[in-house]
């Protein structure tokens, strides 16, 4: 007696036609990919009205130090006191000390109305005072709340003790964070504009020749 194989159905067919498929990836949906987007920090508004006295002497933006989670490609959102997030998807063209370093020379040559702000002591015989930041905190929240804590110190050519020290905290409202990396880089530009602009007269007062 000859038993007959039962033909498969056309249902069934169907469903291993679709199994391959997926196995290969041929038929599976692939998420649409979001382009990666890359920023940088800019200088401040120019003063409305500027110095009457322009700045005559040298000033050296030094070294500009930051802490370990701000020296990763990727921009932050901190989440929380102790928990900090960072977007894959929005890095910044270049670490973020040297640029916060150079954008601080360009607030401070169009605050001082002088074009001897330096980000080195070339011209060390006309070099007066030299500007330091210690960076403790610099970014933004989930709420757009930006944060900049600072510490800084003048010092004059040539000497070990600093002229004047200080410490600066400031605080920016912005734009809520999600989904939105152009609101952190305009927020974080508008603190390192504040920042210049309360060390500027330190530093116009600290350069001013001595009687």
Not at 121 to 144: K, M, P, W, Y
Not at 192 to 208: G, M, Q, T
């Amino acid at each position: 007696m000859r038993l007959e194989m039962k033909r498969p159905s056309y249902l069934h067919l169907l469903l291993i036609m679709f199994s391959l498929c997926l196995l290969v990836g041929g038929c599976v949906i692939k998420p649409a990919r979001v382009p990666t987007r890359h920023f940088v920090l800019v200088p401040g508004p120019a003063p409305e009205q500027a110095s009457s006295t322009a700045q005559q002497s040298s000033v050296e933006v030094g070294f500009v130090k930051m802490p370990s989670y701000l020296l990763r490609d990727s921009m932050v959102v901190r989440k929380s006191a102790d928990e900090v997030d960072y977007l894959e998807t929005a890095l910044w063209a270049e670490r973020l000390d040297h640029s916060f370093r150079q954008t601080l020379a360009q607030n401070l040559s169009m605050l001082l109305a002088s074009d001897r702000v330096y980000l080195s002591a070339f011209e060390r015989d006309r070099l007066i005072v030299r500007v330091s930041v210690n960076v403790e905190q610099f970014d933004v929240d989930t709420e757009g709340r930006g944060t900049l804590l600072a510490k800084w110190r003048l010092t004059a050519a040539g000497a070990d003790k600093p002229i004047k020290i200080g410490q600066t905290r400031l605080t920016r409202p912005g734009p809520a964070t999600r989904g939105n990396p152009q609101a952190i880089a305009t927020t974080l530009s508008a603190l390192l504009a504040e920042f210049s602009r309360e060390l500027a007269p330190a530093l116009r007062e600290s350069a001013r020749p001595r009687q």
